[in-house]
């Protein structure tokens, strides 16, 4: 990106500088379908630094999701239940096999689920617990984890925002039994679009590499295991192409390097936003101790007298690109059709109308986010 632009946009993709490289040595090899040798590198990649059971790339975090639906044999009816305030894929993923989100409203430090608040939503047609680790910070796993483990239901964690996050030494998505992870050019490592799942449940594994291939069995025969596969369950392509693999593993061999450089912005944000924060404008994300964030996004959610219209103006007149965050799933067309509430939504409808995210990407100049933040000196 040329940094004399005026213009500062949200995002930027990162390149490390062998994505190229290894796609031509894809093509060289003459493996450009779903699991070769890149798509290899990198399921022992994640499997090492998550510690899960397995792991298997995906074209989306979506298909990652969706998966998670048909390994727990979502039925018509089966209540899910989960944050309102996510994508629309943690929804969608579930609604595809005739399932009932339930939605929960969300604490106001974090904006992820509010674990206190997930018993009171469970019913007997329960399957499933889905949490969302917003912002790459963690949900409060030890309560989900017991409260699931109490009325036996699975947890799945959508972890899109959230590679190289922690909650208590752990890395997300390999703490319930099921975890999804997001590679879009949006998230931290990237790979254009792509995903992967983390299954950590054994029970699961060969069940998932099955859904994965059509539903049929050839990673076995593949790994000379049976003398022929066959359809075995219902199941999609769910598989990427090598060559986004090949991009991916340049970005994973990077992947601490460059949270470490978004950590650097993050807490740059943070250090100037503190004066804003003191005169009452604006609060600053909260961490919890037990949270090892990835700088995944920094947000800054407004004084309630503070008309937020007005300050994402502001920011387009100036030439830089901030931008608010989801419409709630449950006061959406489709959410209100396919899902359902369990108790109040005043955290998620309050915070969802205050919040904008800043521009923060590999590269982005200490410069640059003090002209973002100096935007903000017209309202304080």
């Given at each position: 990106m040329d940094k004399s632009n005026k213009n500062i946009p949200f995002n930027w993709p990162y390149m490390t500088g062998k994505e190229l490289y290894y796609i031509s040595n894809a093509h060289f090899n003459g493996a450009l379908a779903g699991d070769g040798p890149f798509t290899k590198k990198c399921h022992r990649w994640?499997?090492?630094?998550?510690?899960?059971?397995?792991?298997?790339?995906?074209?989306?975090?979506?298909?990652?999701?969706?998966?998670?639906?048909?390994?727990?044999?979502?039925?018509?009816?089966?209540?899910?239940?989960?944050?309102?305030?996510?994508?629309?894929?943690?929804?969608?993923?579930?609604?595809?096999?005739?399932?009932?989100?339930?939605?929960?409203?969300?604490?106001?430090?974090?904006?992820?689920?509010?674990?206190?608040?997930?018993?009171?939503?469970?019913?007997s047609k329960t399957k499933a617990i889905v949490v969302v680790h917003y912002a790459g910070v963690a949900c409060e796993m030890d309560t989900i984890m017991n409260i699931a483990r109490k009325h036996n239901l699975k947890v799945i964690e959508d972890a899109a925002q959230g590679v190289m996050s922690k909650y208590k030494g752990r890395a997300l998505g390999s703490i319930g039994d099921l975890g999804a992870y997001s590679f879009h050019e949006t998230k931290n490592v990237i790979s254009g679009e792509g995903g992967a799942l983390l299954i950590n449940d054994p029970e699961m594994s060969l069940q998932a590499e099955i859904i994965r291939e059509k539903g049929t069995n050839r990673s076995?025969?593949?790994?000379?295991?049976?003398?022929?596969?066959?359809?075995?369950?219902?199941?999609?392509?769910?598989?990427?192409?090598?060559?986004?693999?090949?991009?991916?593993?340049?970005?994973?061999?990077?992947?601490?390097?460059?949270?470490?450089?978004?950590?650097?912005?993050?807490?740059?944000?943070?250090?100037?936003l503190a004066p804003y924060e003191k005169q009452g404008l604006l609060r600053r994300p909260i961490i919890p101790n037990e949270c090892e964030h990835n700088a995944h996004m920094y947000y800054i959610l407004l004084n309630e007298d503070v008309d937020r219209q007005s300050v994402l103006d502001s920011f387009r007149n100036h030439g830089i690109s901030a931008v608010f965050h989801y419409v709630p799933l449950h006061s959406s067309p489709a959410g209100q059709n396919c899902g359902t509430?369990?108790?109040?939504?005043?955290?998620?409808?309050?915070?969802?109308?205050?919040?904008?995210r800043l521009p923060l990407w590999v590269g982005l100049t200490t410069e640059q986010q003090e002209r973002v933040v100096s935007v903000l000196d017209k309202f304080s």
């Open positions: 994640l499997e090492e630094h998550t510690t899960c059971e397995k792991a298997l790339l995906t074209h989306s975090c979506t298909a990652s999701l969706e998966m998670t639906a048909l390994l727990l044999d979502i039925q018509p009816g089966d209540e899910i239940i989960m944050p309102s305030y996510t994508f629309v894929s943690t929804a969608n993923a579930f609604v595809l096999r005739g399932g009932v989100p339930v939605f929960v409203d969300i604490r106001s430090d974090t904006l992820n689920i509010d674990e206190m608040l997930i018993e009171s939503a469970i019913t076995q025969f593949f790994r000379g295991e049976v003398d022929k596969y066959t359809w075995q369950h219902i199941g999609s392509s769910f598989l990427p192409g090598e060559i986004i693999a090949a991009f991916l593993w340049a970005q994973l061999e990077e992947a601490l390097s460059i949270t470490q450089n978004r950590l650097s912005s993050w807490e740059h944000y943070h250090n100037l509430t369990s108790g109040s939504m005043n955290n998620t409808n309050s915070l969802s109308e205050k919040i904008i």
